[in-house]
């Protein structure tokens, strides 16, 4: 078996490094191919593990090679594919290689194609690196090199401008009603890779704590001894790993940088900023249950964060117009209900919701893809409408994943969602289970106004003079698989699923009575439903959702602002920050580098005062050293006498 | 006679030579002044050993009349080579590294 370890760890780097030969050049199709070939291998190598550990129940742990070994410190390459890794790595090989098949068609007419394809497979090994290992310091190597590979694909237009900042609420860079997604890509990279760093340094000191206090990093060694430490120990250790968790999912105060990484290229932020790196965080606190359930009250401030973040995002999306950042806005939702999950200790239930929403989000947006691509990169959902007829397939899979997400039954959505619910019902948080719920009922009305908004009604893109055309068939046959998982995929796999990984998380304890489960399924559908059924009336009614008078309302605003989140980041912290910067630029020119470059002046001048001495006339030089010499001989004599 | 005699004999030849090291412009006569200096260097050296009764400083002496031939030698060789490209030995006339 541990040979499709390898397989499926390294397949990928040899597709990111075969692919980076050829970056420099102009469109190869084989690059694309030949990395999507070589994540199918890394999938299939996948499946094998996942069926070996379903029927053997052994996990796979593998030492490559010693990597530090320094005194008591000893930091091997170790990867392990145990239940919760090996789920991980099919969503994540799976999804991927959809994406691959996908960027085929995405990229086709970009002319850094092959640089693309290069940083998409060394996103996927990163990712690898960061499920596989099994220790910390792995998994903090595979964390930053997500966050690098992040960076690189949501930059990857870096040659556009930036956008002015203005007022205008339907042009400024910062308003989800403009047609930008943020001020330019390079901004929406630098800003993601930064906000990730500032998280990053709080995970680094949890994992400091560890190492100092246990003296291990190996995931086992730490999770059997965490309990002897301290309680308030334990508390930061936690807290601190949970920071860096809240980075990498952009949980608040961490989230805005996901929404303007809707800049880069439509299969990344499908592949990235919806299925996989964004969940790292969440995969953290499940790998770290131990640690986790030890202090139950970080558990629940996880938890009630995660709703907050549910419910606000949930809210951002309702005004949105940018179809791509609907469907992050919704993102961070999703990640909001996993980090609930996760907070009050229903591990697996988490990682059950993260694989669903894998499979419905990616394609969600690879959708979102097809309906920019076929009306020239337009991102405004109101300037679409009535796509339905020119694009049929695109037009059924983005639904039934609308449907999924929304939570109706009998799709994956649904069987994850409902969990959560319950949980948070049953362990009696009944608050965050009435945020959840009513989430819920928003998360099927702004899904099902994105459809209705691009697939029916008016076609409004006739006054751009589009003409929107379904894309290749190949592109549409890589979305089917994901679409058919997100609708029996929580069907078929949840028996199996739930029996697999209670082997390595917690079973769920919760006591619902059946007859309340069954009250708690009902009212859910029934929200779900009905904010489904309000989204569609409305439309076929109006053609629109909000009146021009609540347009000008200021919750109105508030919402398509973000809460006003990029001007506070943008006022409170970047403009002090700049003149912070300015002035300590200034102290660097007056006093640093003067006091640098007068040294070497010193000594400069000195050289060419004295140049004189050097006359090139043999007897004069032999005269001064004989004066010298004299002086030094009087000099020694004086001394000697005085002694 | 005491060491002291050999000794300042020593002492005004070695200040004979380097004022001839100094004052002549010739290079021929500079190598004469160079060879006085070796040779009062080499006059102390075989006084105090003979006072001393130690026949290491004569050895020495010996030495430095050889080195003073090798040094010669090469000298005039450069100075014939000198005197070839510039046809002059005067040490005015080759100053070619001024700062």
């Known amino acids: ?23 420099m050049r102009p469109r190869t199709l084989f690059t694309g191919i030949f990395t999507s070939s070589m994540l199918a291998v890394s999938m299939i190598a996948s499946f094998i593990l996942l069926s070996h550990i379903i029927s053997t129940e052994q996990i796979v742990h593998v030492t490559m090679m010693d990597w530090i070994s320094i005194g008591n410190l000893s930091i091997p390459f170790g990867f392990v594919a145990d239940q919760v890794s090996v789920t991980m790595m099919v969503v994540v090989t799976l999804v991927s290689t959809m994406v691959h098949i996908h960027s085929i068609g995405y990229m086709d007419h970009d002319k850094s194609f092959n640089r693309y394809f290069s940083y998409l497979s060394a996103f996927v090994f990163s990712m690898m690196i960061l499920i596989m290992s099994d220790n910390f310091a792995g998994l903090f190597i595979g964390w930053e090199g997500v966050g690098l590979c992040s960076w690189l694909l949501i930059g990857f237009w870096y040659h556009k401008e930036d956008m002015p900042k203005v007022k205008d609420i339907t042009k400024s860079p910062f308003s989800t009603l403009s047609p930008y997604s943020s001020i330019s890509p390079g901004y929406a990279a630098n800003e993601a890779f930064i906000t990730n760093r500032v998280a990053d340094l709080g995970m680094l000191v949890g994992i400091f704590l560890i190492y100092w206090n246990l003296g291990t990093l190996q995931y086992d060694e ?34 805005q940088w996901l929404a303007n990484a809707m800049e880069g290229p439509t299969p990344v932020s499908a592949l990235i900023h919806a299925a996989t790196m964004v969940t790292a965080g969440v995969y953290l606190v499940i790998r770290a249950n131990e640690i986790f359930t030890i202090v139950p009250a970080v558990g629940y401030f996880i938890a009630c964060l995660g709703a907050a973040v549910a419910f606000g995002a949930a809210l951002m999306a309702l005004v949105a117009t940018n179809i791509k950042k609907i469907i992050a806005f919704s993102t961070l939702s999703q990640l909001g209900y996993m980090f609930v999950a996760a907070g009050l200790g229903a591990y697996w239930v988490a990682l059950f919701h993260l694989a669903m929403h894998a499979f419905f989000k990616s394609v969600l947006f690879l959708g979102a893809g097809n309906v920019m691509h076929a009306t020239e990169n337009e991102i ?3 300037n679409m409408g009535g796509l339905h007829k020119h694009m049929k397939p695109t037009s059924i899979i983005m639904t039934i994943a609308s449907f999924s997400l929304a ?40 899904s099902f106004r994105l459809v209705m908004y691009v697939f029916h009604g008016e076609e409004n893109f006739k006054k751009f003079g589009y003409h929107p055309h379904e894309t290749h068939s190949y592109v549409i046959a890589s979305m089917v698989p994901l679409a058919v998982l997100a609708i029996v995929g929580g069907f078929l796999t949840k028996n ?14 919760i006591h619902l009575s059946h007859s309340t489960a069954n009250i708690l399924i009902a ?25 021009a008078n609540l347009e000008n309302t200021f919750v109105y605003k508030l919402l398509a602002n973000q809460f006003y989140m990029p001007h506070i980041i943008d006022n409170v912290l970047l403009k002090p920050y700049l003149a912070l910067s300015k002035l300590a630029w200034k102290i660097d020119i007056h006093v640093v580098d003067n006091i640098v470059d007068g040294i070497a002046k010193t000594v400069y001048n000195t050289g060419e005062k004295s140049k004189f001495a050097q006359n090139a006339n043999l007897s004069k030089s032999l005269l001064t050293m004989v004066i010298g010499l004299a002086f030094f001989v009087v000099l020694s004599a004086i001394y000697g006498f005085a002694k | 006679m005491s060491l002291n005699e050999y000794l300042i004999l020593s002492t005004i030849i070695f200040s004979i030579g380097l004022i001839g090291v100094i004052r002549r412009k010739n290079l021929l006569m500079l190598f004469f002044a160079t060879e006085i200096m070796l040779n009062a260097v080499n006059i102390g050296l075989v006084a105090i050993s003979k006072f001393h009764g130690d026949l290491t400083g004569q050895m020495f002496a010996f030495f430095i009349v050889a080195v003073a031939a090798s040094e010669v030698a090469i000298g005039l060789g450069l100075l014939i080579l000198l005197f070839k490209r510039k046809n002059n030995i005067n040490l005015d006339s080759i100053q070619s590294m001024k700062g």
């Open chain 1, 496 to 509: 199996t699923f739930v029996e697999m990984i209670t082997k390595k998380l917690p079973e769920l304890e």
């Open chain 1, 407 to 446: 939570g109706i039954m009998p799709l994956s959505g649904y069987f994850s969602k409902d969990i959560i619910l319950e949980v948070a019902f049953g362990s009696h948080t009944y608050i965050l289970w009435a945020i959840l719920y009513v989430t819920a009922g928003l998360t099927a009305f702004y």
């Open chain 1, 1 to 23: 078996m541990e040979k499709y370890l390898y397989i499926a760890l390294f397949a990928p780097l040899v597709g990111s490094l075969v692919a980076a030969l050829f970056a």
């Open chain 1, 523 to 547: 009212i859910t559908l029934l929200i779900a439903s009905s904010g489904i059924a309000f989204a569609y009336y409305r439309h076929k009614k109006c053609g629109t959702y909000f009146s």
């Open chain 1, 222 to 255: 730490v999770f059997e001894h965490i309990g002897s430490l301290s309680q308030g120990l334990i508390v930061a250790i936690a807290v601190f790993l949970f920071i860096g968790a809240m980075g990498k999912s952009a949980q608040f105060p961490f989230n």
């Open chain 1, 380 to 382: 405004n959902i109101k």
